[in-house]
């Protein structure tokens, strides 16, 4: 039984958001979807805990993950999918752990406010 108080909420990320990486992915990205079952793994991000990530191209929602499509954040030329939640903690139990924060809609807006502008690849 999963106690709300524990498990991680699942983000419901749109285009536009920006996110913020917690210690516990490690820089891992991937060039596919989750969904694709095809994980490909993308150039590892550096410094990974504390970085901001966006903004969100597409989002993927799968039964096991939330993943985003966003510029690699040491490379913005190249996209890279970011799984920001799963489902199960490494035990397999159904806790929902987050990988990311997303960064509050109030603060993105205030960036926008001050002259800050999201920049997107072409096609996206």
């Known amino acids: 039984m999963i106690r709300a108080a ?20 490690g820089g891992r990205c991937w060039l596919l979807a989750p969904s694709e079952n095809t994980p490909v793994r993308g150039p590892k991000i550096t410094h990974w805990e504390g970085r901001y990530l966006g903004p969100v191209h597409d989002v993927d929602l799968s039964q096991l993950f939330t ?14 999918w970011v799984n920001v939640w799963t489902s199960c ?34 096609g996206c």
Do not use: I, Q
């Not at 983000?11 to 536009?16: E, M």
């Not at 993943?67 to 890279?80: G, K, Q, T």
């Open 89 to 122: 903690n490494l035990s397999g139990e159904y806790r929902g752990v987050s990988f990311c924060s997303m960064v509050p809609r109030v603060l993105t807006d205030d960036w926008r406010l001050s002259g800050w502008e999201d920049r997107y690849k072409d």
């Open 67 to 80: 993943a985003v499509l966003v510029p690699h954040p040491d490379d913005v030329e190249v996209l890279v």
């Open 6 to 25: 524990t498990a991680a909420a699942r983000p419901s990320p749109v285009r536009g958001d920006w996110f913020r990486a917690l210690a516990s992915l």
